[in-house]
C-alpha cells in the first residue's frame, strides 16, 4: 500500500547473487491439476482460458467489528462481489489480526470465511495477502530484515490481539483451511515485502537502510514459506507482492533473482505517483525494466496496486481516465492484469486520498 516515502537503498552485486544462489531447486511450479488460475509465460488462465483481470484491492474486505478489531469500515460482501464484472479479482488483507476475536482471544475464522463463501458465490477471484509489511492493522510493526530470517517462524512471547501464533502457523493453518475455495487465485505472503534494517529503536519506511545480502535473505524466505506452502497446497499460485520500486532485497537486478525463485509464480509491482504514465520509473526499477525481467525468468507480472489520488486534489472522472490510460498502456506492454487501490464502503469526503467508493467512475474503467 501507498506510504509517505520509500527510500532506495543501495544497489548490491550480481556476482554475489548469483553465486548464493546454489543448491535452491530450478523449477517447483504450482500444479496445474485442478486448479482454476494457473501461470505461464503469456500470462495467466483461468480455467484453462486466457485471463487478464483486473479488479480491486479492498483491504478491509474481512472487518467484522462483531468479532475481531478490524481494519477499516466493515463491507456489505454480496453487495460488492456482486456488482463487480465477472470474473474480477480482488486483493484483501488475511491477516491473522483479523481471524482473532477481540472478546475471546482466539482464533475465530468467520470473517474471513465469509469473505470466501461470498467470493465463490459470485463467482469472483481472491489473492489473500497473509500478512504486512508495514504492521497496518496488524499492530503497526514494521518487519525488519531479522524477521525475515527467523522472525517469522517465532510465536509471540506473549498472545496479543495481533498474533497468538508465529506468521510460520498462521500461512499454514491459513492455507490448510481455504486451499480448495474455488474463489482462490493466489496466494500472498507479505505485502510488499523488504529486507531493510532498522536505524533506531522502531522501523518505518522512513527509518531504515539496506545492508548487503538483503536479496540473499528476502529469496531465502520465498524459498523456505513458499516450499512449506506448497507442500499443503500444490495447485494454488504463489505471488510475490513486491512493490517493484527499488526497494531493500528488490533493486535493480535483484528484482528478477527473487522472481527466479521455483516458490514463486507470479510477481507484481505497485505503480504510483506518475497519473497517466502506463510505464513510470527508471531504467533500473521503472516497470518495463520489470516486465522484461518476469518475461526473462517466463513469469507474469501483475501490477497488484495501481493508485492515483482524488477527492479534495482531483476529479474522480479524470482520474478514471487517468488510470485507464495507464491500465491500456500496461496491458499492450505485456502486464497479466491491473487491480486498484483502494476499493473502501465510505470514502472520506472533501479529502484528499486514493479511496475508490460504491459509486466512483472507476468501476467503469475496471469493466469495460
Given amino acids: 500500500m501507498p506510504s509517505v516515502s520509500k527510500f532506495l537503498c543501495r544497489a548490491l552485486a550480481v556476482v554475489a547473487l548469483l553465486a548464493s544462489s546454489a543448491g535452491i531447486p530450478s523449477a517447483v511450479a504450482a500444479s496445474d491439476d485442478g486448479a482454476r488460475v494457473t501461470a505461464g509465460a503469456d500470462g495467466l488462465a483461468l480455467d484453462g482460458e ?16 462483531s468479532v475481531n478489531a478490524g481494519c477499516g469500515a466493515m463491507v456489505d460482501l454480496d453487495s ?12 484483501f488483507d488475511a491477516f491473522q489480526a483479523l481471524a482473532i476475536n477481540r472478546f475471546t482471544g482466539l482464533l475465530d475464522f468467520g470473517p474471513m470465511d465469509a469473505v470466501f463463501a461470498a467470493a465463490a458465490a459470485h463467482d469472483q477471484l481472491l489473492v489473500p495477502v497473509l500478512s504486512p509489511q508495514d504492521g497496518a492493522c496488524e499492530g503497526n510493526v514494521f518487519k525488519d530484515r531479522q524477521w525475515y530470517v527467523d522472525g517469522w517462524t517465532t510465536p509471540p512471547a506473549v498472545p496479543s490481539a495481533n498474533a497468538v501464533i508465529s506468521f510460520r502457523q498462521w500461512m499454514l493453518t491459513a492455507v490448510t483451511r481455504w486451499k480448495d475455495s474455488p474463489a482462490l487465485a493466489a496466494w500472498e505472503l507479505v505485502g510488499e515485502p523488504e529486507t531493510s534494517t532498522c536505524t533506531d529503536t522502531s522501523c518505518s519506511w522512513t527509518t531504515r537502510t539496506c545492508a548487503a545480502g538483503a536479496a540473499q535473505v528476502l529469496r531465502e524466505f520465498f524459498d523456505t514459506a513458499g516450499e512449506q506452502l506448497r507442500a499443503i497446497d500444490p495447485r494454488t499460485l504463489i505471488t510475490a507482492g513486491l512493490t517493484g520500486g527499488g526497494q531493500c532485497g528488490s533493486q535493480g537486478e535483484e528484482y528478477e533473482y527473487l522472481a527466479g525463485s521455483p516458490f514463486v509464480d ?13 510505464l513510470p520509473g527508471d531504467q533500473w526499477n521503472g516497470l518495463q525494466r520489470r516486465i522484461t525481467q518476469a518475461a526473462e525468468v517466463g ?21 478514471a481516465g487517468s488510470i485507464g490510460t495507464k491500465i491500456d498502456g500496461q496491458r499492450a506492454a505485456g502486464t497479466a492484469g491491473a487491480l486498484l487501490w483502494a476499493f473502501v464502503p465510505d470514502p472520506r469526503p472533501g479529502e484528499c486520498t486514493y479511496d475508490i467508493g460504491p459509486a466512483d467512475p472507476l468501476w467503469q474503467t475496471i469493466g469495460s
Avoid at 513469469?299 to 493508485?307: C, D, M, R, S, T
Wanted: glycine residues 14%.
Fill in 266 to 278: 507470479v510477481v507484481q509491482y505497485h505503480d504510483y505517483g506518475a497519473d497517466g504514465v502506463p
Fill in 299 to 319: 513469469k507474469p507480472l501483475l501490477v497488484g496496486e495501481i493508485g492515483e489520488l482524488a477527492g479534495s486534489c482531483g476529479d474522480l472522472g479524470a482520474r
Fill in 80 to 91: 460488492y462481489f456482486g456488482a463487480l464484472p465477472p470474473h474480477s479479482l480482488t486483493r
Fill in 50 to 65: 486466457p485471463w487478464w483481470p483486473t479488479g480491486f484491492n479492498a483491504y478491509q474486505l474481512a472487518t467484522d467489528w
